[in-house]
């Protein structure tokens, strides 16, 4: 099993800054996509920003320019720096990291337990 540990959410003024870290630990044998997803209130979760383990990175067309996002393989984290964040950015922040055993070739998803980004106007 993996577990991810989120945390940097909280409240912020738009046009402020937040940084989201998210660990992963456990029996990991292979990480490839790490990646960060929101939620919204009464919205769908949706793809925020992901990251290969080559460094490919990808984002949502509303927060290119604002977000990056970074991993450190030596640590199993991937980050989410968030700056000129506006009020639609608010929703809860989750990490996704996808493993695969190299043995057996299998491929594992895992879901951290969210962290709430709330901007103010």
């Known amino acids: 099993q993996v577990q991810l540990v989120e945390s940097g959410g909280g409240l912020v003024q738009g046009g402020g800054s937040l940084r989201l870290s998210c660990a992963a630990s456990?029996?990991?044998?292979?990480?490839?996509?790490m990646s960060w997803h929101r939620q919204a209130p009464g919205k769908q979760r949706e793809l925020v920003a992901g990251?290969?383990?080559?460094?490919?990175?990808h984002y949502e067309d509303s927060v290119k320019g604002r977000f990056t996002i970074s991993r450190d393989n030596a640590k199993n984290t991937v980050y989410l720096q968030m700056n000129s964040l506006k009020p639609e950015d608010t929703a809860v922040y989750y990490c996704?990291?996808?493993?695969?055993?190299?043995?057996?070739?299998?491929?594992?998803?895992?879901w951290g337990q969210g962290t709430q980004v709330t901007v103010s106007s």
């Open positions: 456990g029996r990991i044998f292979s990480i490839n996509v």
């Open positions: 996704n990291v996808e493993t695969s055993n190299p043995s057996s070739g299998l491929w594992y998803d895992y």
């Open positions: 990251i290969t383990s080559d460094g490919t990175t």
